[in-house]
């Protein structure tokens, strides 16, 4: 099953059993969310493996490598680009970015039980039906319901994290953390220029990350940082001098002993390492 909408500005919605087929028939531009319903997947990101299992649900971004190594059961994905459904201009929507969608090569995991299955599949059954009712309303219709979807998600991770909801608005702040390094990583990469912009200190933001056990805001930089260096060394034919540079680092030298520093190897040996482990797959 592949059913795809797509209106006349390329804004497209899809939802399918078989990502494999799916995914040739798009670009990358999309946000992703794949349910494994029976069974297990195994999968590749940014050539990190992941195992998901039973009632298990991911969400990924565009910018995330995600190839399948393994399929037993079933498994669902819903895929959306930015021209069907923004979430950084709807985020007081679905208040999902920067949580269930940011750069980092650390994807959420959500695991989800009998009642909010019930929930999910009453929204897809209805999403389901609506590829067929091809009218004026047919965009409209499909959208909100993919925001829907999209609420329930945020809403389970929101309980799993214990975000109560008089405590919202400081797990806000955290959101709005990880969007700024998402869009300022390049330029900034430290602690107290993000806490400046969020008018907060270095310390109360420690504090916030702690309460929700999420990395220190300093890791949450670095960890931005190493997945955009690892897809440019991986996915580019970029120099290390290049990448170096594109990531705003002064010199190769300084981008080098970061690189060693978070991923345990140099860049070059990084890059030498992973290419030998496909050519090895591919033998």
Same mark, same amino acid.
């Given at each position: 099953?592949?059913?795809?909408?797509?209106?006349?500005?390329?804004?497209?919605?899809?939802?399918?059993?078989?990502?494999?087929?799916?995914?040739?028939?798009?670009?990358?531009?999309?946000?992703?969310?794949?349910?494994?319903?029976?069974?297990?997947?195994?999968?590749?990101?940014?050539?990190?493996?992941?195992?998901?299992?039973?009632?298990?649900?991911?969400?990924?971004?565009?910018?995330?490598?995600?190839?399948?190594?393994?399929?037993?059961? +079933?498994?669902?994905?819903?895929?959306?680009?930015?021209?069907?459904?923004?979430?950084?201009?709807?985020?007081? +929507? /679905?208040?999902?970015?920067?949580?269930?969608?940011?750069?980092?090569?650390?994807?959420?995991?959500?695991?989800?039980?009998?009642?909010?299955?019930?929930?999910?599949?009453?929204?897809?059954?209805?999403?389901?039906?609506?590829?067929? /009712?091809?009218?004026?309303?047919? +965009?409209?219709?499909?959208?909100?319901?993919?925001?829907?979807?999209?609420?329930?998600?945020?809403?389970?991770?929101?309980?799993?994290?214990?975000?109560?909801?008089?405590?919202?608005?400081?797990?806000?702040?955290?959101?709005?953390?990880?969007?700024?390094?998402?869009?300022?990583?390049?330029?900034?990469?430290?602690?107290?220029?993000?806490?400046?912009?969020?008018?907060?200190?270095?310390?109360?933001?420690?504090?916030?990350?702690?309460?929700?056990?999420?990395?220190?805001?300093?890791?949450?930089?670095? +960890?931005?940082?190493?997945?955009?260096?690892?897809?440019?060394?991986?996915?580019?034919?970029?120099?290390?001098?290049?990448?170096?540079?594109?990531?705003?680092?002064?010199?190769?030298?300084?981008?080098?002993?970061?690189?060693?520093?978070?991923?345990?190897?140099?860049?070059?040996?990084?890059?030498?390492?992973?290419?030998?482990?496909?050519?090895?797959?591919?033998?």
């Amino acid at each position: 099953m592949i059913l795809r909408y797509q209106n006349k500005l390329k804004g497209a919605f899809i939802l399918t059993d078989d990502y494999l087929k799916a995914r040739a028939l798009q670009p990358d531009q999309f946000y992703k969310f794949i349910w494994i319903r029976q069974g297990k997947l195994i999968a590749d990101i940014d050539h990190q493996e992941v195992t998901l299992g039973e009632h298990e649900i991911i969400s990924l971004t565009h910018l995330q490598h995600f190839k399948i190594k393994e399929a037993q059961g +079933e498994h669902l994905t819903l895929m959306f680009n930015c021209d069907f459904y923004c979430i950084y201009k709807n985020d007081e +929507e /679905v208040s999902c970015s920067g949580f269930l969608f940011k750069g980092s090569s650390q994807p959420v995991r959500i695991t989800i039980d009998e009642e909010e299955r019930f929930t999910l599949e009453s929204i897809l059954n209805v999403i389901e039906k609506q590829f067929s /009712v091809a009218d004026s309303l047919q +965009e409209e219709t499909l959208r909100i319901l993919l925001k829907g979807f999209i609420i329930q998600c945020t809403r389970i991770a929101f309980r799993q994290l214990d975000v109560q909801r008089e405590r919202g608005s400081s797990f806000d702040i955290v959101r709005q953390y990880y969007n700024l390094v998402d869009a300022n990583y390049r330029t900034k990469k430290q602690v107290q220029d993000y806490a400046g912009m969020l008018h907060k200190s270095p310390k109360a933001l420690s504090y916030l990350f702690s309460t929700y056990k999420q990395p220190t805001p300093l890791k949450v930089i670095h +960890e931005r940082i190493e997945s955009e260096a690892k897809r440019l060394l991986l996915y580019s034919d970029k120099s290390v001098k290049e990448v170096a540079d594109i990531l705003g680092f002064e010199d190769q030298a300084t981008f080098s002993r970061f690189f060693k520093k978070v991923s345990g190897q140099s860049a070059r040996a990084f890059r030498d390492s992973q290419v030998s482990e496909e050519e090895r797959a591919v033998g």
